[in-house]
């Protein structure tokens, strides 16, 4: 298997594992909004589906091992890039749009480790329940999600969280979809302001969904009442 760790070092491997890793991960993450909507129609739609994708059993432990290893993959091969681009990179630079494109790097870097951090914590929270054990609501075997959500964004500290998180991704996503569009080669006078205003877009539509829900409580726009 030597080939595939030869293609994952080179420069070209590296910038392909990011492009295809962080595409499944864009993937999810839509997927992952339009499942969490539901809480807007209702304990019952969104306890529902959370039901069904536990219902999955096996599969859904395929699901989880296949997006965790995609997960990890993306971020080594982006600290490994990192390092490269470095290591390449001994003396400062001298044009002010490399500084600007080492700038969209470090900062890539920087909203991709704060999310690594909010997914664990993310993870504790709301898989696990070992992180606010205070809001863990059980339906039956399962988590009653619309309780534990209510619950846990009555909380102004918790919001806060979620909300600053939110603002991570939508930085990343919005530079990385362009770095995907550059890594596809699509870089041109005529695509380029295209390309730049559909990542603000679809980063904004992602990450402003999401604070929907962080501030559906405190806006008042959730149903009373239990599943
Ligand atoms: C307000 C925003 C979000 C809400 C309300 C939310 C809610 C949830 C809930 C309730 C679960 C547990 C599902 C279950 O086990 O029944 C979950 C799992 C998960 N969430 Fe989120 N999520 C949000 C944002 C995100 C974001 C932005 C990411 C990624 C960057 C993410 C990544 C994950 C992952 C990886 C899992 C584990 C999936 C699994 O184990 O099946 N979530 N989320």
């Not at 700038?103 to 704060?114: I, K, T, V």
């Amino acid at each position: 298997m030597s080939w595939v760790h030869d293609f994952w070092r080179s420069s070209i491997g590296g910038k392909t594992t990011m492009a295809v890793t962080g595409v499944l991960l864009f993937l999810f993450v839509i997927a992952h909004l339009l499942g969490n909507l539901q809480i807007f129609a209702g304990p019952k739609a969104i306890n529902d589906y959370a039901k069904t994708l536990h219902d999955l059993g096996p599969l859904l432990w395929v699901a989880r091992i296949g997006l965790l290893a995609i997960f990890v993959l993306h971020v080594l091969t982006a600290i490994r890039l990192s390092r490269a681009n470095k290591a390449a990179r001994p003396v400062a630079y001298a044009k002010e749009a490399t500084v600007q494109a080492s700038f969209a790097s470090r900062s890539m870097l920087l909203s991709g480790l704060s999310l690594l951090a909010f997914v664990v914590y993310h993870l504790l929270h709301f898989t696990v329940g070992a992180v606010h054990a205070e809001d863990v609501a059980l339906k039956g075997a399962n988590f009653d999600v619309y309780a534990m959500v209510v619950a846990s964004f009555s909380r102004l500290p918790v919001v806060i969280a979620y909300v600053g998180s939110q603002l991570m991704l939508f930085l990343h996503l919005q530079h990385g979809l362009q770095s995907f569009a550059q890594t596809l080669g699509l870089s041109h006078a005529r695509y380029t302001p295209m390309i730049r205003s559909l990542s603000f877009f679809l980063a904004a539509a992602i990450a402003g969904g999401n604070i929907l829900i962080a501030l559906a409580p405190t806006l008042g726009l959730l149903q009373k009442g239990a599943a």
